[in-house]
């Protein structure tokens, strides 16, 4: 019940902040990737408020945030523990949500994330990848300028540069699973996408 409640006021908390994000960290990014990290985290028997706490959180801290959005980790972890939620418990979320972005990856071979901050990881990766992955690319290039091919900075390459490569990074069984079908559809998108522009430049 208490740990009930302490979600709900993350979850208020994290809305009001990102619901006007437009660049793919947005409020309903935050919220599939919670339920999808739930879902994760109840087949690999994860810790499951840690798991939802630091999902819930995990993108307030980005610096691809404008600044109005952007909080400091040591903000995360106060109002954290304002909402009552023990120190060693904000820990473990901060050690999370500060460890798990894909430029990051590097380090973590030194030492791992958590199953929590593992959980959490692969339903990131997976809401970059599938139909709602595409979807996200494409807006992220729209409020960007950026073209969707033909450039170094174009949708295309992105795809090239990180998409394809998520499903080889993912850590958990129920993770790979789910991430096949994703990747599969990304590969026929982007071939479909080639051909038919193929077509246009003749
Ligand atoms: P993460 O939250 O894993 O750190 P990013 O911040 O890199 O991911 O990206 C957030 C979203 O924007 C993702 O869906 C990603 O695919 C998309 N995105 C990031 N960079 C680009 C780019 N150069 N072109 C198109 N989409 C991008
Ligand atoms: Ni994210």
Redesign the pocket.
Same mark, same amino acid.
């Given at each position: 019940m208490h740990e009930k409640g302490q979600l709900e006021n993350i979850r208020h908390w994290v809305k009001e902040k990102l619901i006007n994000e437009r660049? @793919?960290?947005d409020w309903l990014h935050t919220s599939r990737v919670a339920a999808l990290a739930l879902y994760i985290g109840r087949e690999e028997h994860a810790n499951l408020f840690v798991t939802e706490a630091a999902a819930l959180v995990h &993108?307030v801290i980005?610096a691809?945030l404008s600044e109005s959005e952007r909080l400091t980790i040591c903000e995360v972890t106060e109002q954290l523990a304002a909402f009552g939620i023990a120190d060693g418990t904000v820990k473990e979320i901060a050690d999370i949500i500060t460890r798990m972005? *894909? +430029?990051h990856r590097g380090m973590l071979r030194e030492r791992p994330l958590s199953l929590e901050g593992k959980t959490v990881q692969d339903a990131?990766?997976l &809401? !970059?990848i599938g139909a709602v @992955?595409i979807a +996200?690319?494409f807006t *992220?290039?729209g409020a960007k300028g #950026?073209p969707m091919y033909g450039s170094q !900075?174009s949708?295309l390459v #992105?795809f090239e540069e990180?998409?394809f490569l998520l499903k080889d990074l993912m850590n958990t069984k129920t993770g790979i699973r789910l991430a096949e079908e994703r990747h599969e559809f990304l590969l026929r998108f982007a071939a479909q996408f080639q051909k038919e522009i193929e077509v246009q430049e003749r």
């Open positions: 660049t @793919g960290h &993108d980005d691809k972005s *894909f +430029r990131d990766m &809401d !970059a @992955g +996200r690319a *992220f290039a #950026h !900075a949708v #992105h990180k998409l």
